[in-house]
Structures are given as structure tokens and as C-alpha cells.
């Protein structure tokens, strides 16, 4: 692993964080936040979408990639855009 590798999974994981922070906020549940969640995982894991592998990250267990992939997904496009955006470094 390269020092990039490591500073990708770093953003990786700080994105993968804020996400599941949304779930439970201010002493609720958003049940919102858990639909989306539960639909991006299910469609990232159907169509076998890893944005470790896309990276240049290869993970033991393909299925964790799918998953984190999905928990990523499900903040939207715009969140997306911009954590590629960080990942380029642009």
C-alpha cells in the first residue's frame, strides 16, 4: 500500500463515519436516513460496486467493499461528486 492508497481510505472512512452519524441524531432515529442506506447497500451489492476496487484497493472480503460503497452512495449524488472530487485531489 502507498501513502495515496492510505490517504484514500482515510477519506473513505471519515465519508463511511459521517453517513452512519446520520442515523440516530439529536436522541432520533432518522428512519429516512436507514431507507437510504438499506437501498444503496442492496443495489451496490447487486451490481457489485466497490469504490475500493475502483481506487486500486483490494479488500479481503469483496462484500465489506460493497457495503461501505453503499453506505457512501446513500448520501447522494452531490456527496459523491464531491468526495471523487477530494480523491482526485482537485
Not at 452512519?20 to 438499506?38: A, E, H, R
Amino acid at each position: 500500500m502507498d501513502f495515496a492508497q492510505l490517504i484514500i481510505i482515510a477519506i473513505l472512512v471519515e465519508a463511511i463515519w459521517e453517513n452512519l452519524k446520520m442515523v440516530y441524531d439529536k436522541k432520533k432515529v432518522n428512519f429516512n436516513m436507514i431507507g437510504s442506506l438499506c437501498l444503496s447497500i442492496m443495489i451496490c451489492s447487486l451490481a457489485r460496486i466497490n469504490v475500493f476496487e475502483i481506487v486500486g484497493i483490494i479488500l479481503t472480503f469483496p462484500v465489506v467493499g460493497y457495503i461501505m460503497t453503499g453506505i457512501i452512495v446513500s448520501r447522494g449524488a452531490n456527496f459523491v461528486n464531491d468526495l471523487f472530487s477530494k480523491l482526485k485531489g482537485e
